[in-house]
Structures are given as C-alpha cells and as structure tokens.
C-alpha cells in the first residue's frame, strides 16, 4: 500500500513538473536597442481579424485601450532621457499602452507598473506620462507575430498588416 501511495505520488509530481514546462502561448520577449527596451507577451495571429470596429469579431477593437501584447501589461525602458514623438521623456520603464484605430493610434506611456492587459487603465490613466497619435500603417505583407523593432531613431510595431512608427531621439 505505501508502495502505491509512493507511485502516485511521485506520478503526480513528475506530471506536474512536466506541465509545468510548457512553452506559453503567447511568450514574453524583448525587443531592445541601444537606448530602449521593449518587454511584451507575443501572440500569434492565427488567422484571426486583429483589429476592427466595435461591431465587428476582431481582436482588438477600434477605440479602446490595449495593452500592445498579451498577457502582462507591455514595457518600454528608456536608457536616458530623450524624446517620443517629439515630446520629451525622461529615462525610466513605464506600461506601453495604445489605442488603435483605422487612420491613427494614440500611443501613452503610464507610470503604473505591474498591470495585467489594459482592464484597469481607467482606474490609472492618471498616471499617463506621455500621449501622443501617430499614423496607422498598413503594411504590404503581414507578420503573424506581434512585434516590435527598436531602432535609433524610430520603434516600429507590426501584427498581421497593421502598424505605427514612433519616433525616437537621443
């Protein structure tokens, strides 16, 4: 009887460690430059509409807040001080939230840290350091993974055919 228990339970706790193991759906990776480091869960596409307007069954809606990934709310990590956008930032991490639309997204910056998604952004949007709008870009070929590329001068971010550019100076 002891031996039994003994099996099952060490059959339990192998189990758990395998599962345990597992790759997640959406992985948490980082996009990173010289200056700027981007930390984000990367979901799939999957065939799925990412982004549309309230009516429609996209990912996304047109409007509302999102937490630009999946899973834990979205880093960036400025290195020093610089500029997004045009508009002065000062070196730190902050959430990188944004809100898509058809012709523009309005990109913010919070200083609320540990947040999952973009639910609670109405209860923080006090803490918004920064918010600005740049031009929605709908790209020739689609990325089946959320990304971001950080570069000198820009962030560049692609899903499916749909995009941004921010401009950065340091």
Not at 29 to 42: L, P, S, W
Not at 61 to 81: L, Q
Not at 104 to 111: D, G, H, K, P, R
Not at 127 to 153: C, I, Q, Y
């Amino acid at each position: 009887m002891k031996i039994t228990l003994l099996a099952l339970f060490l059959t339990f706790v192998g189990l758990s460690a395998v599962s345990a193991q597992e790759k997640p759906i959406s992985p948490r990776v980082t996009a990173q430059g010289k200056n700027i480091t981007i930390a984000y869960g990367q979901p799939s596409m999957k065939g799925r509409v990412l982004f549309g307007d309230a009516s429609s069954k996209s990912l996304e809606k047109y409007g509302k807040v999102w937490r630009i990934g999946a899973d834990s709310a979205t880093t960036i990590t400025f290195k020093k001080d610089g500029t997004f956008a045009g508009k002065p930032v000062k070196a730190g991490t902050y959430n990188f939230f944004a809100t898509p639309n058809e012709k523009e997204w309005t990109i913010i910056l919070n200083s609320e840290l540990g947040q999952w998604g973009a639910y609670k952004y109405e209860e923080i949007k006090g803490k918004d350091v920064l918010k600005v709008n740049v031009p929605a870009k709908t790209l020739p070929s689609a990325e089946e993974k959320l990304t971001f590329w950080v570069k000198d001068n820009a962030i560049d971010f692609q899903w499916g055919k749909s995009g941004f550019s921010v401009p950065v100076k340091f």
